[in-house]
């Protein structure tokens, strides 16, 4: 069993901090700081906290944590169902940003809500591609799944944004998962990974069966003061048209979606 002084002391080696650094901005001795990442003294649970948090380790983690040092731990993760107006306030924002797609994603990819619009993204791809659970990597970067026309550098951009949750969470279930897709996207270690201006607003290129092609830009929402694991882990991709030819498609089927309705 992993002890708690060497997952914090795994922590600081991801994040690339010396102990001198860490022990300095959590106002600790190096020596002591040294003693807990070696087993040779017990942290406190405030203690612990502070330097997951200066760590910038996930609250699922964080929770690992305070169980390896004996601690309960302080995070609960409830279903989404379960937080008190949580689920309704996201399905607002989905339904706010009609015409245009959103959907609400797990920490691996998993679809948790989406709005109408995102049926026009997933036109044509074949049912066994949208069973559930649904992962936005697995559509995204298998090659019989989304008709991605820019395939090379949107999978570049997934399997980056898989690298970094990589080694921000260390979770098992990403290396897997990575692991799963990279064969894929052979291609992509051809592909400059998008710089960080670009990537506030990323183009997608689809073929859609009935429109032709369609492009989006993509932006990613995460909730910076999450009190619970399941919420700490949820996102929101947004995708607005990058052309008038999508704006035009995306309020087509919006309006003909309501004139069903009717």
């Not at 679809?111 to 559930?132: K, Q, S």
């Not at 991605?148 to 979770?171: C, F, K, P, Q, Y």
Request: aromatic fraction near 6%; include cysteine; charge should be negative.
């Amino acid at each position: 069993m992993t002890t708690a002084g060497a997952m914090l002391r795994g922590w600081r080696t991801r994040r690339r901090r010396s102990q001198l650094d860490l022990a300095l901005e959590a106002n600790v001795s190096t020596r002591h700081l040294s003693c807990v990442e070696t087993g040779k003294a017990q942290a406190s649970r405030a203690l612990l906290l502070d330097l997951a948090t200066r760590l910038e380790v996930p609250l699922r983690e964080r929770n690992a944590l305070l169980l390896a040092a004996g601690y309960a731990p302080s995070y609960g993760e409830s279903a989404l169902d379960d937080l008190s107006g949580v689920r309704e306030a996201l399905a607002h924002l989905l339904r706010g940003h009609e015409p245009y797609p959103a959907l609400v994603v797990d920490r691996c990819g998993d679809v948790v809500l989406t709005n109408r619009g995102v049926g026009v993204l997933l036109a044509g791809v074949d049912e066994r591609w949208l069973a559930p659970p649904l992962n936005v990597y697995r559509l995204a970067l298998h090659p019989d799944a989304l008709d991605v026309r820019n395939r090379a550098a949107w999978s570049a951009h997934l399997l980056h944004r898989l690298d970094r949750l990589v080694d921000l969470t260390g979770d098992a279930r990403l290396v897997a998962l990575r692991e799963e897709v990279r064969p894929w996207v052979p291609e992509v270690g051809s592909v400059r990974v998008l710089d960080r201006a670009a990537q506030l607003m990323l183009p997608l290129h689809l073929g859609h069966p009935e429109y032709g092609d369609l492009h989006f830009h993509s932006t990613i929402t995460h909730f910076g003061a999450a009190f619970d694991v399941t919420l700490d882990e949820l996102s929101i991709e947004s995708f607005v048209p990058a052309d008038a030819h999508t704006r035009d498609v995306l309020t087509r089927e919006s309006d003909e979606y309501g004139e069903s309705a009717r």
